[in-house]
């Protein structure tokens, strides 16, 4: 009897809230996607709840549902057979790491110990993503909150001492997923490159003015019709996690983040380039 096809590779990021999880995983998806690779992400969106945030502190059901929620997630991506490598934004870890935060003493969910760790030592590799600057979307946690779980997520690296987890640049996580699939390297994309990946990762146009300089800002306007880009808080706050994450630091603060109408490109007295996502219909 054959063995059904699944995936051969599964890469996690990990990290507390507001550390670009999200976004890099749908970058890297788009970069493997883009060289024929069949890649499948595994985001936020797979992990919907229908109870209340409210019950996870009073109830550590909760948390089993989640954590539960996303090991379901991650073998349906796997077990679908479309894909040759799964890459999901979080890591069974990090809930756990919320999980005994909310509950330290709970014996429930201290015997589960023996599986999560059974469970993380079959991802191919799994990356830590530093927090990024808080940014509230009245979705997020509060900031003590995502800190004070980033630091028991850090004692559970200290206790665990994982082998398959990796502190890189999140710049260099491509090139470190690419080298342990046995792909052939790729040349730094180049800023036109970014601009598109960017633009095919958050769906939407991008209209990005020409530097005058090195030292220039970086002023981008998110394109559409009417102004009304659905979820656009979330979507500024995708792209400018992605600018950091292709970008060094001391270039971070000198993205100027527009919003205009797409006939903003007639009038321009400027000198731009416009990026539409790939998958665009």
């Known amino acids: 009897m054959n063995k059904p096809k699944s995936s051969k590779f599964k890469f996690a990021l990990t990290g507390t809230n507001c550390s670009g999880k999200t976004t890099l995983a749908l970058g890297l998806t788009e970069s493997l996607k ?3 690779v069949l890649a499948e992400v595994v985001s936020s969106s797979d992990r919907r709840i229908s109870w209340s945030d409210a019950h996870f502190p009073v109830d550590v059901r909760a948390h089993w549902g989640m954590i539960t929620k996303l090991i379901g997630a991650e073998v349906a991506a796997e077990l679908r057979g479309d894909a040759d490598v799964v890459i999901t934004d979080r890591s069974v870890l990090d809930l756990y790491a919320i ?6 003493n709970n014996a429930s969910m201290l015997a589960l110990e023996p599986a999560i760790l059974d469970w993380v030592s079959k991802y191919t590799a799994i990356y830590y993503l530093e927090p990024l600057p ?7 946690p509060n900031d003590d909150f995502r800190m004070a779980t980033h630091a028991n997520l850090l004692t559970l690296f200290d206790k665990y001492h994982l ?7 999140r710049k260099e996580v491509l090139h ?3 080298a342990k699939m046995g ?7 180049g800023e036109d490159q970014k ?3 960017i633009s095919d990762a958050t769906g939407v146009d991008l209209m990005v003015k020409e530097r005058k300089t090195p030292k220039s800002d970086y002023d981008v306007w998110i394109l559409d019709p009417a102004t009304n880009v659905p979820n656009m808080p979330f979507k500024v706050m995708c792209i400018r996690n992605m600018f950091q994450s292709y970008w060094p630091e001391s270039h971070w603060d000198k993205l100027d983040l527009m919003v205009a109408p797409k006939t903003v490109t007639d009038v321009s007295s400027f000198n ?8 665009a219909n």
Request: no cysteine; net charge positive; glycine share 0%.
């Open 183 to 189: 792909l052939p390297t790729i040349d730094v994309l």
């Open 272 to 279: 731009f380039k416009t990026f539409q996502p790939k998958n």
């Open 163 to 169: 082998p398959n987890v990796f502190k890189i640049p």
């Open 34 to 36: 883009r060289d024929s």
């Open 195 to 197: 601009w598109q990946a």
């Open 99 to 104: 999980a005994t935060y909310d509950h330290p």
């Open 134 to 140: 808080y940014q509230e979307d009245n979705k997020r």
């Open 176 to 178: 470190d997923i690419r």
